[in-house]
Nanobody, 127 residues
Framework: QVQLVESGGGSVQAGGSLRLSCAASGYTYSSKYMGWFRQVPGKEREGVASMYTGGGSTYYADSVKGRFTISQDNAKNTLSLQMNSLKPEDTAMYYC????????????????????WGQGTQVTVSS
């Protein structure tokens, strides 16, 4: 089991920045991929960014490329998401997730491939 706890959400004006953090505990060695997902009411959970924990390869949704950066601190078992140039359409509940699977590049942002989830942190961007 892997436990994930997100923090860092909040309200910001368009163009601003936020940094989300995810503290992982438990059997963290089993996490091959970790990622950030977001969801708004009435819509499916969307993959935002993910990374292979063993080699640092990163993957981003087209909507956030160039604005968001995913990173990890292995010593602290922490996953981060730096979000710059935020837009109102980035408003959502953001979730940290972990997968013990070897994932094809096609599925690294698929929520169904991730087994462990945090409780989420709300990000609200006003225009």
């Amino acid at each position: 089991q892997v436990q994930l706890v997100e923090s860092g959400g909040g309200s910001v004006q368009a163009g601003g920045s936020l940094r989300l953090s995810c503290a992982a505990s438990g059997y963290t060695y089993s996490s091959k991929y970790m990622g950030w997902f977001r969801q708004v009411p009435g819509k499916e959970r969307e993959g935002v960014a993910s990374m292979y924990t063993g080699g640092g390869s990163t993957y981003y949704a087209d909507s956030v490329k160039g604005r968001f950066t995913i990173s990890q601190d292995n010593a602290k078992n922490t996953l981060s998401l730096q979000m710059n140039s935020l837009k109102p359409e980035d408003t959502a509940m953001y979730y940290c997730a972990s997968s013990p699977k070897w994932l094809s590049r096609l599925f690294v942002l698929s929520a169904s491939e991730y087994n462990y989830w945090g409780q989420g942190t709300q990000v609200t961007v006003s225009s």
